[in-house]
């Protein structure tokens, strides 16, 4: 088997006496969807944060293309090829979708985007936050204001952000959340097909969308892994439905 392109290994991290991430071990394949689901609280976004490097961990490791990446910053690992959405929008609402396009593809710093303004007319980031916006369907919306964007449509710019990088992974933090059934559909579909470009780690509650894209699902409960599997494993598991899923699933 290849090895894998994001690997966690025995990540810690305690808030006080709570452990929000206990000894996670987890990796993500090359083309593969792997979906983190678990309840409220059980350490889904500290996971994500680790991983980004949003939040340092008290221990273990994280490691991106064979590189320990453990105590590197967001926007190196954004560099070293990790692409991110967010479960908050990160967007800038007073910018249009394009300039929100570029500073993704100038690698997200973080800075206010007027040091940035003359970016727009650099004709190769231009060129790539044009073709994220074409390939997630928002090419005719490139002048519009973010704010008068649809939540729908703020979420697949949050994804073209991602794209705008060409990252060799994707982390996703609840990208069909707030979509009503088309948006789902419509995102289900797209990620579908992004999977062979770049696999992707996913959090998200809507478990239809999990079950119906997810190559491999690990369940999180107070901070530990308690099951890894494909979609048939983890709806069979007797301890998963115990802790989370329930006996409808
Ligand atoms: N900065 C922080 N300080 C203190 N406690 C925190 C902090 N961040 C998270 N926690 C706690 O850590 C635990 C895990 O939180 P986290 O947000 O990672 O869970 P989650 O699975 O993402 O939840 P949700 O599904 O509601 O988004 C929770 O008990 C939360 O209250």
Redesign the pocket.
């Known amino acids: 088997m290849p090895d894998p392109i994001l690997t966690t290994t025995n990540l810690q991290k305690s808030?006080?006496a709570?452990k929000?991430?206990d000894s996670v071990s987890l990796d993500l394949r090359q083309g593969e969807i792997h979906a983190i689901i678990?309840?409220?609280?059980?350490?889904?976004?500290?996971?994500?944060?680790l991983i980004s490097g949003r939040?340092q961990p008290d221990a273990g490791s994280v490691t991106l293309l064979g590189q320990d990446v453990t105590h590197a910053g967001t926007a190196a690992r954004a560099r070293a090829g990790l692409g991110r959405t967010f479960?908050i929008s990160a967007l800038a609402m007073e910018d249009t979708v394009l300039q929100n396009a570029v500073l993704g593809a100038m690698g997200a710093s973080g800075k206010p985007w007027r040091f940035w303004r003359p970016a727009l007319w650099d004709a190769d980031l231009r060129m790539r936050a044009e073709e994220a916006l074409r390939r997630v369907g928002l090419a005719d919306d490139a002048g519009k204001r973010c704010a008068e964007l649809s939540h729908g449509q703020r979420r697949q710019l949050e994804v073209a952000v991602a794209l705008t990088l060409s990252p060799h992974a994707f982390i996703m933090?609840?990208p069909m959340a707030g979509l009503g059934a088309e948006g789902s559909r419509l995102l289900t579909g797209f990620l579908d097909s992004l999977r062979s470009e770049a696999p992707i780690l996913l959090?998200e509650?809507d478990m239809d969308a999990v079950f119906a894209l997810a190559d491999r699902i690990s369940v999180?409960v107070y901070?530990r892994v308690i099951a890894t599997g494909t979609a048939a494993e983890i709806r069979a598991s007797r301890e998963v439905r115990d802790a989370y899923l329930g006996e409808d699933a």
């Open positions: 808030f006080g709570l929000a991430t678990g309840p409220n609280g059980a350490g889904k976004s500290t996971l994500i944060d939040t479960q933090d609840e959090v509650h999180l901070g």
